[in-house]
């Protein structure tokens, strides 16, 4: 599902070696973390897949494609196969929970009923009662709920989670974790950017660590430990 091989990203204005012969392999249907600190470079490696910025050296490949061969033209294909959440949940504050899930449908011109796709989805994050609330009205919980339904409306194989329950108190950061837990068992490939210990180390799965932009630990056991 991603393939980083021997992947050099270079910012050639500040010289910074964000990632450096980054080597690794994911498979369809694995959730896994990127950890490391500030500044190790998961943000480069999430933007990289996206094809929001190119590898200086060596080859990114999505779902068997290598990205920096997709043309521009076929750039909103590649990212609606990628799903995306974030911290901040970037909900449409005018939009209510469904209208959120609808005008992505519409973007991205899904086929099929958008309304349908739309109720399904809030219903497996558990959230097919709040259909009419707009962000403001939703617990920091539900609107991060609401983001990950977004993120998956469009059926995207692949989700990229950057430090999703960074803004969440531990217990609801625990539901948001069981919540992708259970995406993830329908046959999602998940990979999680975080720097969140705690969340890394209750539940332990493969794990890569960035450290300065090398690749020091491809641990399948799981666990922080930097
Ligand atoms: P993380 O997400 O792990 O905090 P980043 O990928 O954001 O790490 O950053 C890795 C390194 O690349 C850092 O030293 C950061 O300052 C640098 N960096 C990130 N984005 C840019 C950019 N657009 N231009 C120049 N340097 C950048």
Same mark, same amino acid.
């Given at each position: 599902? @991603? ?18 012969? @980054?080597?690794? !392999? ?5 959730? #896994?973390?990127?950890?490391? !600190? ?21 080859? @990114?490949? #999505? $779902? ?36 959120? +899930? ?7 011109? $899904? ?6 796709? *739309? ?13 009419? *609330? ?8 539900? &609107? &991060?709920? #609401?983001?990950? *339904?977004?993120?998956? #409306?469009?059926? *995207? ?33 998940? +990979?999680?950017?975080? !720097? $969140? ?11 890569? @660590? ?17």
């Amino acid at each position: 599902m @991603v393939e980083f091989r021997h992947v050099t990203k270079t910012y050639p204005r500040t010289h910074t070696h964000a990632l450096k012969d @980054v080597d690794f !392999h994911i498979a369809k249907g694995e959730f #896994v973390y990127v950890t490391g !600190h500030s500044g190790a470079g998961k943000s480069t490696m999430l933007a990289l897949m996206l094809r929001r910025i190119v590898a200086t050296e060596g080859t @990114v490949a #999505v $779902a068997g494609q290598d990205v920096a061969r997709v043309p521009d033209s076929r750039l909103p294909m590649l990212r609606r196969h990628i799903g995306m959440i974030f911290q901040d949940h970037r909900l449409l504050g005018h939009l209510s929970a469904f209208e959120n +899930l609808t005008f992505t449908l519409r973007a991205v011109a $899904a086929r099929g009923n958008h309304e349908q796709r *739309a109720m399904a989805v809030l219903r497996q994050v558990g959230l097919a009662h709040k259909r009419k *609330a707009y962000p403001i009205e939703l617990s920091l919980g539900e &609107q &991060q709920r #609401v983001a990950i *339904a977004r993120a998956m #409306v469009t059926d *995207a194989p692949l989700l990229l989670a950057d430090e999703p329950t960074g803004n969440l108190d531990p217990d609801t950061a625990l539901e948001i974790m069981e919540l992708l837990d259970d995406i993830n068992l329908r046959g999602t490939t998940i +990979l999680l950017a975080t !720097h $969140a210990r705690d969340l890394v180390d209750s539940y332990k799965r493969r794990t890569l @660590v960035l450290r300065n932009g090398e690749l020091v630990r491809d641990d399948t056991r799981g666990g922080y430990s930097l």
